[in-house]
């Protein structure tokens, strides 16, 4: 049996703090969810004095949580507000490095990015597969294709847009609240990479990241958008789980080779949209024939058609192959896609984008 969040809110909400209010009142609770038996939510404080009076609340919300039936474990992340942060506090992760912001607050559900009519991400099971290849080339095709395109680097774990699409530097943010957008190719691109010091995302945990994308989603000047495509980490995580909570997602696609240890970890990644009530919006198979640039020669080196009869058997739509070619990461280590040149691959990417836009989701 599984505790529902508004039952696990109603259960702290009366709590009293020590000026007499109750927790409900006073506001503090963010970021609260609930996933399969773990609670989770970030106190927000004002300062390391009010944190430490606010221990015996703690203590009795997290006494409360774990009576109820089916929770499993509570985490609770006391911290203060941006702009606090180094007076701070004590969290469970290091606090997210964006300095402009916020941390996570509270949102009733999904939401949609204003200007924004498609939101598409892509994910995949295993890593390596050629996800973020893959994103960036279809970014860069549908804007060749006349499309209006964002690009969200939310790979926290190892963000190559910068790289692949030749940008660096920080954002900038001359409100202090809103963070400014880099543009390229045609393609307005935004890294979560770009905002954190080299591996600090790493020891965030849920309520972290859940605030990092959050930012990420509504805090960029993303502008009018026709589609805005996100780079997921590889996997099943917290990222995609904020994400899919956070954003009014239109659907994923699904990143695989054709080998069959990728295609279990993909069918993961489909179980997790599934369970989170996103569309997958098809399979597309990366690494899929390897032509010698030499004598031509056709070979298939991870396999061949294996997410085609995959996304059959799911009942999926296939969304098309693309080939395994040493320009195709030549073009991505030197910030060009391949997309924006001529040739076998560029077509096979045109066609993708022509796809997306004929489906209505770009
Ligand atoms: N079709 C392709 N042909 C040749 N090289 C490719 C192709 N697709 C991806 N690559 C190369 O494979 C490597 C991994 O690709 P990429 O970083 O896009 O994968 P990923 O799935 O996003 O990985 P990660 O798990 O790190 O996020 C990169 O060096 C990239 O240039």
């Known amino acids: 049996m599984s505790v529902n969040r508004e039952a696990a809110l109603r259960a702290i909400s009366d709590i009293v703090l020590p000026d007499g209010r109750t927790l409900e009142k006073a506001d503090l609770v963010r970021a609260f969810t609930v996933d399969e038996g773990t609670v989770r939510f970030v106190l927000e404080v004002a300062d390391a004095a009010v944190a430490r009076s606010l221990a015996p609340v703690e203590a009795e919300a997290k006494r409360r949580l774990e009576a109820l039936p089916?929770?499993?474990?509570?985490?609770?992340?006391?911290?203060?507000p941006a702009g606090k942060q180094s007076e701070a506090v004590r969290t469970s992760g290091a606090a997210p490095s964006l300095q402009i912001g916020r941390h996570p607050t509270g949102q009733a559900g999904p939401q949609a990015i204003p200007g924004v009519?498609?939101?598409?991400?892509?994910?995949?099971?295993?890593?390596?597969?050629?996800?973020?290849?893959?994103?960036?080339?279809?970014?860069?095709?549908?804007?060749?294709?006349?499309?209006?395109?964002?690009?969200?680097?939310?790979?926290?774990?190892?963000?190559s847009q910068p790289r692949m699409m030749?940008?660096?530097?920080?954002?900038?943010?001359?409100?202090?609240?809103?963070?400014?957008?880099?543009?390229?190719?045609?393609?307005?691109?935004?890294?979560?990479?770009?905002?954190?010091?080299?591996?600090?995302?790493?020891?965030?945990?849920?309520p972290m990241l859940m605030g990092a994308m959050q930012q990420m989603l509504q805090q960029v000047n993303w502008g009018e958008l026709d589609v805005l495509l996100i780079d997921l980490p590889p996997g099943t995580g917290d990222v995609q789980l904020s994400l899919c909570q956070k954003a009014a997602v239109t659907g994923a696609v699904i990143v695989s080779t054709p080998q069959d240890v990728a295609l279990l970890d993909a069918r993961r990644a489909i179980d997790m949209f599934n369970k989170l009530k996103t569309p997958v919006l098809g399979l597309i198979e990366n690494m899929s024939t390897y032509v010698c640039p030499n004598c031509g020669h056709e070979a298939h080196l991870f396999g061949h058609g294996g997410v085609a009869a995959e996304a059959a058997q799911l009942g999926l739509p296939f969304l098309g192959e693309l080939p395994l070619e040493l320009d195709v990461r030549l073009a991505g280590d030197s910030g060009r896609p391949v997309a924006l040149g001529e040739g076998a691959t560029v077509q096979a990417y045109a066609r993708l984008a022509a796809r997306l836009i004929r489906d209505g989701v770009a």
């Open 117 to 159: 009519r498609n939101i598409v991400a892509i994910g995949s099971g295993k890593g390596g597969v050629g996800k973020s290849t893959v994103t960036s080339n279809l970014a860069v095709a549908l804007a060749r294709a006349g499309r209006k395109v964002g690009l969200l680097d939310a790979d926290i774990y190892g963000p």
């Open 70 to 80: 089916g929770v499993s474990r509570v985490q609770i992340v006391m911290t203060a």
């Open 166 to 206: 030749g940008i660096s530097g920080r954002p900038a943010s001359p409100d202090g609240q809103h963070i400014e957008p880099l543009h390229a190719h045609g393609v307005t691109v935004m890294s979560i990479g770009l905002m954190l010091k080299e591996g600090e995302a790493v020891v965030w945990r849920g």
